[in-house]
């Protein structure tokens, strides 16, 4: 890839606020964060207060004589605060983008003190020698011999691992499952071991959901059969891959447990557009690090995205997008038959704007689905952006109801669909929602033009 | 679907024992599956299981249950709801001020919005653990707040406080049918006493007392023939109820039998009120009297106790089991009295003026049940005067009694800051502080506030009643005192301070206070 001037874009002159108070809440990394944010919110806290293009800086008198200097960067929002929290953000840059977004009026255009041009500065220069390294791995990895040949050391790998999996699925099948459920869990153990050491943790991964749907209640028959049949598909199409078309064959290899690394996805077409951030759903995983999902949909091109991070709690997710306002962006998807799957190439503004919904019926919604499914039978989930949906009460459970009359379990947190029920009046609204083929998980509502995290409390 | 039941089945037993015979396929998958099931066994049924699981779920349509009810209609005419400042506003009380939610909500219905409906489902949780909150939220709610209170049955009893002339209310639970009551009373008293006795009859005795309890509305002459009829109900409860209203009626042929009662009974002097020198006419007469009442020491107040009490004793609620110390019955009897008879009596009959009663009063050995009878006639009577006397004549040690409370709402702002000054302590202060709602006067607000930071300043250590004094003031001091107590609280957090805990909260209430309070220009 040539080496290009990494331009971090800037507004000229002042930026009025664009984000919400409840969105800069939203970055508080827990609620005691989100309180003390707020406690620093007033005025009287603040020593010195300015702003110059995207640059958004303060100090704030502490316990001790020298106030805190924190400084913010709004094009992602970046934070950086002299005080010893180990928490990001910390209450004081809570504290002074809140300040900021109430009462701009106090917050000045003024040229930035050194203590911030310097940090500015250095982001400059931290994103370019970031440029450079990923250039400099991209070109000792793109040693073509050694790249080869570890790739040929993996497929091979696979390829007995692969092998190994269809003689032991078949011999599962033979025995029955009734059989099967009452194997002592060693065997599958190993069999998701062996698949982890031929380099493919994700036929390992489908190998233990297998495990675990023969011992999942309720209609576990149904579920364990299309599990492996679904385990079937993937080795049959690792057989025939070279046959498939180029986005099918990435999606088999990364259900197969190949990664792309990031440089070459960003070194690919991205697409750029106004994306519609709808949702934001924060969770951790079993590893005790917290998986963040930033659903985005183009406004112009109907496309939908999914930006996928990681981070250990404490520490800042990669990406950042305030939900219910649609940022200027570039985005470059993982290849796939169905792409979805992204990252962030560039970015630009945010701006208010009305939440885009893709379809009007659950027909519609289901129908994109099944055409995903046309393309990519491994596809697992699916997300519905609708109008004119609401939310309706059957006994103690909650539905999501169509236009026409159609409805599917909705499911979430209890308390958080309350709420969602609440805010829409169980009224017509526009829905965000997951779909595992079976239920949707409500994550966003919008009703007449607010835009509502489907949430407990208004708090991450 | 008979072909995926099939193949399950197989799946389940085994392809060692059982063959794979498939029922015909739909269209499509007819051809697919033929050429699946020519490979080995598990892998033909394996291919088929993956076809027919496609076909499922990619051609799967959800059901439209004829069950689902339709979609709630829009609720017309009811008040806008809070601005998007205000709404955020309140969600930071909520986390962090909840104290501070009750004035607010005042404050949105005096500007004529309503609650959000996203922020009531936390609402209702916070006013189902505060019985304090949930008069303010009914008002603040509008009726789109009084439909999602009907939506779960544990937000329902928010119901029982929404002033309502929807006749439909009268076919709810008894909250419902009670607060019903309580809004016809204040436009057709008439009504609202045909439908309780249309009812009597058959209504339980806990429903019977809540919607006597109603009459406190507007309560009417009227009313008396009602309430003397329950004063011969079968339930205690509701014969106290009604004996309750009466004894507040003015004019009531119940106050005048309570009145006689204290004519007979209690002495002045050792002579029965009834005797009592009539007042003095002509100016030397009243300088003689005025002359005998500041003396006080031959001033005495007695109480003659009836031997046992008389059947219309008891029925006027006199009762003969007591748990009071002392004298049991006989003091509860006289406290019965005193609080029923009309007050003019007393300085009528003895040609005392208040101060000059109370002072005799004081002195009594019947001085508990007196005392306790006088402040409750001040306040079911309304008399700010008394209430002042009673408040002087008792003396700083008694404002603990709980009795004393709520007398404290009648009277005049200026008193209560110098009460409030006079108090000293944080945790008689207290006391004032707890009855007055937000916002308070000025004076009593800078009263509390120096008080507590004097203490916070000099004291050593930390005084839990300070703290709670601070966050008190924080509460419900005058909004116009915010920026004062910013700057006090401010600077003693800049010390090391026992109290830090308590100024941070106290600075955020009264932050939010002061921010909901002002409305920014449009």
Redesign the interface.
Known sequence: MQAEEQDIPRAVGAVPPTFTSEQVIALAPDPASASAGRGLSGPSKWVTLGIRGDALWGECQGSGKTPYQTRIDLTEPAFKCSCPSRKFPCKHGLGLMLLWVDKPALVKDAEPPAWVAEWLASRTERAVKKQERAEEKAQKEADPVAQAKRAERRESRVEAGVAELEVWLRDVLRRGFAAAKSDDSESWHRMAARLVDAQAPGLSRHVRTLQEALSSGDGWQSRALRQAARIHMLTQAWRRIETLPEGLREDVRAAIGFTQSKEEVLAGKAVADDWYCWAQDIADTEEGVRAQRLWMVGLKTRRVALLLSFARPGTPFEFNFAPGMAHAASLAFYPSATPLRALVKERGEAKQHRAPALDATLAAALGRHGEALARNPFVEYGAFAMRDVRLALAGERFLLVDGVGRAVPAFGDTEALWRAYSATMGRPAMVFAEWDEQRARPLAVEADGVHYAVRAVEQP | MKL?DE??RV???????VPLALPPAPGALAPLLDEAAKG????A???C??YV??WQ?????????D???A??A??EGDRPEAT?REA?LL??MV??APSALTEAFRTLERRGRRV???L???LFALAARSRDLRPPLAAAMGA?GA??AA??ADWRFMLGEVATLDASAWDGDRAQRAIYLRTLREHDAAKARDLVAGCWKAEPAASRRDFLATFEVGLAAADEAFLEAALDDRSKEVRATAADLLGRLAGSAFQGRMAARARARVRIDGKPLGEAPPAATGFLGKLAQRALGAVGAGRTVDFEPPSELSAEDKRDGLESESKQEGKGWRAAALKEIASSTPLDLWTEATGLGIDDFLKAARKSDWRAPLLDGLRAAALAQERADWAEALFASVGMEKILEHELGPIVRLLPPALLSSAAVAAKMSHRSIVFGTEIPAPWPLPMTEALATQAFGVARSVPYWEHWNAALILLVAERGAIAYHAEF?KAA?EL??KDTEYRKSL?EA??TY?LRHEFHEEPLP
């Open positions: 995926w193949l399950v799946a389940l037993v085994g392809t060692e024992r080995p066994r598990e892998d049924l394996l291919a299981a993956a699981s496609g779920v990619a051609g799967a349509l959800p059901p439209a249950p069950t689902l009810s979609a709630p829009a609720i998007p955020s969600r930071a986390a962090e959000p409906l996203a009531l489902p936390e789109h439909w999602l939506q779960r910013a401010t957090l800049q941070d600075l955020r932050q």
